[in-house]
């Protein structure tokens, strides 16, 4: 179902009239309003006038995360602080938080955008939405949770965690949609699995999925196991939170909702847009943001415009599930790698579990990847030698997709810490050797 029809397939036209407005009155409120955009703009010799529509996008500077750490924590306000209603962070482990400011206005974009997202999923007033994203300062919960109450659907507050009451929750309520990560929708279903639960029984229609990287097999993996539909949502902090772009009935890339977030795809390393169709950085422009409205964010996160028109009637672009990001690849004997890469190889296994971590480190200054990932219970009742082939097989499988050896050590099932939000995929010890050696 089409949330908002008449925005959601409005002629390109029009579209691009509106982004235009949009785009020309945000320059002109950051150049007035916030002293950062004011200076930045000046370096690089714009002004308002300037932008005159969405083809002078391009004249306008990057922001990026680091610009955002660096007016910590409301350097980017843009309105009066008492307009501001709610406030949130992303969870800065590797630094500075970045924040993000609501206003009235934002709240009822935020909520429009999840309820677009949630309707692609199927929900309507009679569902019952079984929220376990986390909630808190984290933009998972809340954001679900505006745009389920838009719709008028039944929500379940339930957040993340406690796996035994998520399930029991499930069935004595008839949840009919389950948000949470990726990582955690797999883990509810081996529990379940685990405790003799059978997911054919509960009510469950679509899982709306996000917050990650994950794969097209590990789709397979969960749409089997929960005997559901599991939508690929897509969002940042920075941004608005979830609600940026989400993938509808067709399952084949996400509507960016471009009459709020203006999407571009740029090379990372000229930062000049790509040709048609060509893979690169995602930027976003918040062109209706009021609290916190950002001017061309470099996401980091690598991706693709489809082209095609989308069956499903909605005119938006549509942008290829994220291939991973310009910070989580992984450069190793010269070689570039993404987790998303290995966890397709490992999907296709049969006797591994989609639980696995890539070791990356530098032995005799040579740089070291090693795969580990869990057996199934059958594999790990087996004797040594089934053990050394499987490991062999996966690093052949491995070699063939990544052009690198890769070591594989299987390990117990159950040995790689679950996570009830964001799953660690990736544990690089070289920063820290070169740390140690004094070459950083
Ligand atoms: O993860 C917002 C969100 C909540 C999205 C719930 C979807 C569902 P942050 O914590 O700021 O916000 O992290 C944003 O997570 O730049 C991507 O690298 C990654 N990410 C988010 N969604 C996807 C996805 C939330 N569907 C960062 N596929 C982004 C791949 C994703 N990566």
């Not at 660096?70 to 800065?92: C, F, M, N, Q, W």
């Not at 469950?204 to 599991?230: D, F, Q, T, Y």
């Amino acid at each position: 179902m089409i949330w908002n029809p008449e925005q959601e397939t409005l002629s390109r036209d029009e579209l691009s009239r509106q982004q235009s407005e949009n785009l020309k009155r945000l320059v002109r409120n950051v150049y007035d309003n916030v002293p950062f955009y004011r200076n930045r703009m000046a370096e690089h010799g714009v002004r308002p006038d300037d932008i005159r529509g969405l083809a002078d996008i391009v004249k306008l500077p990057f922001t990026t995360k680091n610009d955002m750490r660096e007016v910590y924590p409301l350097g980017l306000l843009a309105v009066d602080r008492e307009k501001i209603l709610e406030v949130h962070t992303s969870s800065g482990t590797t630094g500075k938080p970045v924040v993000d400011a609501y206003t009235a206005r934002d709240l009822d974009i935020w909520s429009e955008g999840m309820a677009r997202t949630l309707s692609m999923g199927g929900c309507t007033a009679a569902d019952t939405v079984q929220n376990a994203y986390g909630y808190g300062l984290f933009t998972g919960g809340l954001g679900v949770h505006y745009g389920a109450r838009r719709i008028g659907a039944n929500i379940l507050p339930i957040s993340g965690g406690n796996t035994r009451r998520q399930l029991e929750v499930m069935q004595d309520f008839g949840s009919t949609i389950l948000t949470c990560t990726p990582s955690y929708a797999l883990y509810i279903a081996e529990f379940a699995a685990e405790n003799g639960i059978d997911m054919a029984q509960m009510k469950l229609k679509s899982a709306m999925l996000g917050a990650e990287p994950w794969s097209e097999s590990m789709r397979a993996e969960i749409e089997n196991r929960l005997h559901v539909k599991a939508y690929d949502i897509y969002g940042l902090t920075e941004i608005i939170g979830p609600g940026v772009a989400s993938e509808c009935e067709a399952q084949n890339g996400l509507h960016v909702f471009e009459d709020h977030f203006y999407p571009e795809i740029i090379n990372p390393e000229s930062g000049e847009p790509v040709q048609p169709g060509e893979k690169g950085e995602l930027v976003i422009t918040t062109i209706t943001k009021e609290g916190t409205p950002i001017l061309r964010y470099r996401t980091r996160d690598i991706s693709f415009f489809i082209e095609e028109k989308c069956p499903c009637g909605r005119t938006a672009r549509k942008i290829h599930r994220l291939l991973g990001r310009t910070d989580d690849m992984l450069i190793v004997r010269g070689v570039n790698i993404f987790p998303s890469q290995v966890e397709h190889v490992l999907l296709r296994i049969e006797s591994v579990k989609p639980h696995y971590q890539l070791i990356v480190d530098r032995r005799n200054k040579l740089d070291y990847l090693e795969v580990q990932v869990e057996m199934n219970d059958e594999l790990f009742s087996d004797e040594i030698k089934e053990l050394e082939a499987t490991e062999s097989l996966i690093e052949r499988e491995l070699h063939s997709e990544l052009n690198i050896h890769a070591k594989v050590k299987l390990l117990n099932p159950k040995s790689i810490p679950r996570s009830e939000g964001k799953a660690k995929r990736v544990i690089d010890r070289r920063q820290i050797v070169d740390k140690q050696e004094g070459k950083i």
